[in-house]
């Protein structure tokens, strides 16, 4: 963006700088998506730099539909996404069947370093029955780094999730993923804290099987770790995960099912993991009367293009008890951070209402 072009944002869209020390924030029009692209773009410029202060979007209640625009990038640093309500909040966008791809459709493509999203929902609305042999339609693109969701809810069938970096490290928490096939999947090491992860119908019918998780960790640790989150059924069967490529990471810890009966019997996709080189695991899942129903034992039988393995997917509680937020993540406090940011948040939502 020239100086120009951002001078004259600058005076068209309302920015306000509080008194030394005090936040700094944009406001963009309600329902507007006009306002919003450009309220992002703004923000870009404002926060290029990597220790610039944090900068907070407001996006009152509304519909921004930005039609078929994708992968609208979110490339400065510290910037923060704050709806009024995850209800009341939308973003959505519609890409034609042709451009169907997990790298084209992506409503938002964040490259920008600890990026905060509150309260809103994206939407990415991709004919998926319509749309052939797949329906890759992301609403979160994620080249960034320590990302942090609180109550964004994220609404699609296919890749809805994409986690791009390899290194990456990321955090969900009270936050709500929709989807059908690998609707969580990509790199790095993502804590998806008391989320409602809610599986769709695989065909408009009901029939076949989804899969909610498909990672492709290679140089982290930990993968994907689920804590405390519920499953949401629709209609379909469902497999936890499976691997996509590489050394697949993937762990459910205390993870509530509202319909059992609808997990397949394997509970990770044998014909699909790929790579022996997996990891997944699982612990302390319960019904919505909190009866255990992991098994005390389940293995997998992996065949891949690197050989075979034979996989144990339950694992017991010194297993479990290693997946901790310290441990995951020990140079850095998401649950922390979102919990300031949560109450600065609220503060400029009420200045900004008022």
């Not at 693109?141 to 791009?164: E, I, P, W």
């Not at 290679?218 to 691997?243: D, K, P």
């Not at 993991?273 to 009866?291: A, H």
């Amino acid at each position: 963006m020239n100086r120009t072009r951002l001078f004259l944002l600058m005076l068209l869209l309302p920015i306000t700088l509080l008194a030394r020390g005090g936040d700094r924030y944009l406001v963009v029009k309600a329902g507007d998506a006009q306002s919003l692209l450009e309220t992002i773009a703004l923000a870009d410029s404002l926060n290029r730099d990597s220790l610039a202060e944090r900068l907070y979007i407001f996006i009152p209640n509304g519909y921004y539909d930005l039609g078929e625009t994708t992968l609208t990038a979110i490339w400065g640093n510290n910037v923060a996404l704050i709806g009024e309500s995850m209800e009341g909040t939308i973003i959505r966008n519609a890409p034609p069947v042709e451009q169907e791809s997990i790298s084209k459709t992506a409503i938002l493509l964040n490259r920008g370093q600890n990026t905060y999203v509150q309260d809103l929902t994206l939407r990415n609305d991709l004919d998926y029955y319509h749309s052939g042999a797949a329906g890759r339609a992301v609403c979160w693109q994620d080249k960034g780094n320590r990302t942090m969701f609180k109550r964004v809810r994220m609404l699609s069938y296919q890749d809805t999730y994409y986690s791009h970096s390899e290194e990456c490290q990321h955090y969900f928490e009270d936050s709500e993923i929709h989807g059908t096939v690998d609707f969580i999947c990509g790199a790095g090491d993502v804590w998806f804290n008391r989320c409602l992860i809610v599986t769709e119908k695989r065909n408009e019918d009901g029939s076949g099987v989804n899969v909610i998780a498909a990672p492709r960790t290679s140089t982290t640790e930990w993968g994907y770790v689920f804590q405390g989150c519920t499953i949401h059924n629709e209609e379909s069967h469902f497999h936890l995960a499976r691997g996509w490529h590489t050394h697949p990471r993937c762990t459910w810890l205390n993870t509530i099912l509202e319909s059992p009966e609808k997990l397949e019997p394997t509970r990770f996709d044998p014909q699909s993991i790929r790579s022996p080189q997996c990891e997944f695991g699982e612990y302390g899942t319960v019904d919505m009367q909190g009866n255990l129903l992991t098994p005390t034992t389940n293995t997998v039988h992996i065949v891949g293009s690197e050989g075979e393995k034979t996989v144990q997917t339950s694992i017991n509680a010194e297993e479990a008890h290693r997946f901790t937020l310290h441990n995951v993540f020990p140079n850095w406090k998401p649950d922390k951070e979102v919990r300031i940011l949560e109450k600065k948040s609220l503060k400029l939502k009420k200045k900004v209402l008022k």
